[in-house]
């Protein structure tokens, strides 16, 4: 996997993670280009200088600012390892229900890691899968959450409920999210581009929470959404 930016390349830096090689482009001049350099190097992490045309032609997001570092795919957590981290705190967990761009994807993962959430649960079938794409919208975020990959979310749904997180879903149709409680141990579903929170996963959940809209369109973009509903649950998670 190819992880391409300053921010990116700095943040994977990091962490624990084995980096096969950085591709830094040659004559880099600026003054935070040559810091990264210098960490880089710090960190005994093999540097390859290549031309830009070489770092152009393996960028995927052709805004690589002249870094590419590879690594291994992505290693998903377990579910447990999501909630051994939730044990002695109020635990905050955001499930994905059928997000499938990778765009959205990685956007939610930089949302809920600047949040901290505790970890993000999507499912192995119809979702958008860590990649490339993924670890590059999230600027690095990626690399200090935890995302657990499951085979089936309402099961997991219900693990989480049996752990005694209260789990609400936000959709369209339920009460207003600025007055619902969303302290204490809380699991925030957040549905797909297209269809919302499934029928069945929305049976699931212990209240529905909505956004209120007063514009002419009534929805919102799922990274947006999400936004604004972990950032409502901070607000109160954190009023002294």
């Known amino acids: 996997m190819k992880v391409e930016g300053r921010n990116s390349v700095y943040e994977l830096l990091k962490t624990d993670k084995e980096i096969d090689k950085v591709l830094v482009q040659k004559d880099l001049q600026d003054e ?8 880089i190097r710090s960190h005994k992490v093999k540097v390859q200088v290549v ?11 052709k805004h690589s600012q002249g870094f590419i570092a590879f690594v291994s795919d992505y290693k998903y957590f377990d579910l447990e390892d999501i909630l051994d981290g939730c044990k002695d705190k109020d635990g ?6 059928e997000i499938l761009d990778p765009h959205n994807l990685g956007s939610i993962i930089r949302v809920c890691e600047c949040a901290g ?17 993924v ?43 600025y007055n619902a409680d969303l302290t204490g141990k809380l699991c925030l579903v957040i549905g797909g581009e297209d269809s919302g929170v499934k029928r069945l996963t929305k049976t699931k959940c212990d209240k ?10 009534n ?17 109160q998670r954190t009023v002294k």
């Not at 935070?32 to 960490?39: D, E």
């Open 32 to 39: 935070a280009s040559k810091r990264l350099i210098n960490v």
């Open 51 to 61: 031309d830009k045309r070489v770092i152009e032609k393996e960028s995927e997001s």
């Open 92 to 97: 905050f967990v955001v499930v994905l229900n």
């Open 117 to 133: 959430v505790d970890g993000i649960v999507i499912s192995k079938d119809r979702s958008a899968s860590v990649n490339d794409t």
């Open 135 to 177: 670890m590059r919208i999230s600027e690095g975020s990626l690399n200090h959450i935890k995302v657990a990959r499951v085979t089936n979310i309402n099961n997991a749904i219900d693990k989480l409920k049996d752990e005694g997180f209260w789990v609400y879903g936000a959709e369209i149709g339920g009460e207003n999210i």
């Open 208 to 217: 529905i929470v909505s956004i209120p809209m007063f514009g002419k369109v």
């Open 219 to 235: 929805s919102l973009n799922a990274s947006v959404a999400c936004g604004v509903a972990v950032y409502e649950a901070v607000r």
